[in-house]
């Protein structure tokens, strides 16, 4: 079972910036994949992130293209989800993921974390 562990939301300025993190003790990290999605209140979940298990590939949603960078600290057993240029539109709780696959869908990936609320103010 892996557990995941967000942490980093809060309330910001449209035009801020925040760091999503998201740690799993598990000692196969580095084995894995991993996402960030979001959901709004009304909404299905949505893709915004992912990352491949090297670090070599990754993949944003168009929303957040050139605004949110994701990366990974294998050693740390932690990825990140750096965002800027924030915008209300980016309301939303965000989801933590790892899976074995990196696909747009939430059914591609295996495990999730508990979700850490993200608020833009306008």
């Known amino acids: 079972q892996v557990q995941l562990v967000e942490s980093g939301g809060g309330l910001v300025q449209a035009g801020g910036s925040l760091r999503l993190s998201c740690a799993t003790s598990v000692r196969t990290f580095s084995t894995y994949n991993m996402g960030w999605f979001r959901q709004a209140p009304g909404k299905e979940r949505e893709f915004v992130a992912a990352?491949?298990?090297?670090?070599?590939?990754?993949d944003y949603a168009d929303s957040v293209k050139g605004r949110f960078t994701i990366s990974r600290d294998n050693a740390k057993n932690t990825v990140y989800l750096q965002m800027s240029s924030l915008k209300p539109e980016d309301t939303a709780v965000y989801y933590c993921?790892?899976?074995?696959?990196?696909?747009?869908?939430?059914?591609?990936?295996?495990?999730w974390g508990q979700g850490t609320q993200i608020t833009v103010s306008s």
């Open positions: 993921a790892a899976g074995y696959l990196m696909g747009r869908l939430p059914g591609s990936w295996n495990y």
């Open positions: 990352i491949n298990w090297s670090a070599g590939r990754t």
